[in-house]
């Protein structure tokens, strides 16, 4: 299956753009365990440049690390 899912208020949580808040360590397990059973993982963000690639190494250090990026609204 593929599961697409929203940076900001929904994987970082307690921020308002650009910035990066709390993980949201529930949702991020559910994630990781999803991955490891080899499910597709997108992130769904309007983030791009320099916010992006944050988002993502940010994402990487929870352990997401075979993710596909769309940007909303391009």
Request: charged share 15%.
């Amino acid at each position: 299956m593929i599961f697409a899912v929203d940076f900001d208020k929904t994987l970082s949580l307690g921020t308002h753009y650009p910035y990066i808040g709390e993980p949201n360590t529930e949702l991020i397990s559910i994630l990781n365990q999803l991955q490891s059973l080899n499910h597709a993982i997108i992130l769904w963000t309007c983030r791009g440049g320099k916010e992006l690639n944050e988002a993502v190494e940010w994402l990487k250090t929870q352990g997401l690390c075979k993710l596909q990026c769309a940007l909303a609204g391009l």
